[in-house]
T-cell receptor, first 112, second 114 residues
Framework: SQELEQSPQSLIVQEGKNLTINCTSS?????LYWYKQKYGEGLIFLMM?????EEKSHEKITAKLDEKKQQSSLHITASQPSHAGIYLC????????????FGQGTTLQVKP | SAVISQKPSRDICQRGTSLTIQCQVD?????MFWYRQQPGQSLTLIAT?????????ESGFVIDKFPISRPNLTFSTLTVSNMSPEDSSIYLC???????????FGPGTRLLVL
């Protein structure tokens, strides 16, 4: 079965610093979704990548999917306290049923 | 985008009882899903809620424990039956829009079973 590995598991950065979160799959990714979750709350959709080499940006967050479609990275530029939360990557499956498999999440703290 | 609401937002229940969680979407969607997030864990799909037919359950989840209804294209319910403390989790519904382009999640229902 497909598994998603996120790294690092947790991250503490100083406000204004850049950071990168990685998501690696054991199999080819059929759609890679990035979400942000505040503690105990629902998921906020950030971006979805589908094509090898694809890159998308929204405000200060950029996500990339590698050419082999087995790894994605989420990069935050000039981090702010509002970026704090849990970042989750989710992947579609070959069966294309809409089901998503999630990584274990990366907890980000941004120190003012 | 879709606006998704869930009721209740949180509840504390006694073991052996059942709780029904509602998920309402502001537009018609084909695919609706129910996920569980146990404390400190990531999300696990419970089932796909199919409109007009029985839900499709993932391995490890059964209809007797998690009955699901999907009476129309904007609404679904998940019941957690005969609850035990192990059922304490956040339960989230999600909907797919734009043909796999996006999958939006509701705010979640935080359940504590004593």
């Amino acid at each position: 079965s497909q598994e998603l590995e996120q790294s690092p598991q947790s991250l503490i950065v100083q406000e204004g610093k850049n950071l990168t979160i990685n998501c690696t799959s054991s199999k080819t990714l059929y759609g890679l979704y990035w979400y942000k979750q505040k503690y105990g709350e629902g998921l906020i959709f950030l971006m979805m990548l589908q094509k090898g080499g694809e890159e998308k940006s929204h405000e200060k967050i950029t996500a990339k999917l590698d050419e082999k479609k087995q790894q994605s990275s989420l990069h935050i530029t000039a981090s702010q306290p509002s970026h704090a939360g849990i970042y989750l990557c989710g992947a579609g499956t070959l069966s294309n049923t809409g089901k998503l498999i999630f990584g274990q999440g990366t907890t980000l703290q941004v120190k003012p | 985008s879709a606006v998704i609401s869930q009721k209740p937002s949180r509840d504390i229940c006694q073991r052996g009882t059942s709780l029904t969680i509602q998920c309402q979407v502001d537009s018609q969607v084909t695919m609706m899903f129910w996920y569980r997030q146990q404390p400190g864990q990531s999300l696990t799909l419970i089932a796909t809620a199919n409109q007009g037919s029985e839900a499709t359950y993932e391995s490890g989840f059964v209809i007797d424990k998690f009955p699901i209804s999907r009476p129309n294209l904007t609404f679904s319910t998940l019941t957690v039956s005969n609850m035990s403390p192990e059922d304490s989790s956040i339960y989230l519904c999600s909907v797919e829009m734009g043909g796999r382009e996006t999958q939006y999640f509701g705010p979640g229902t935080r359940l504590l079973v004593l």
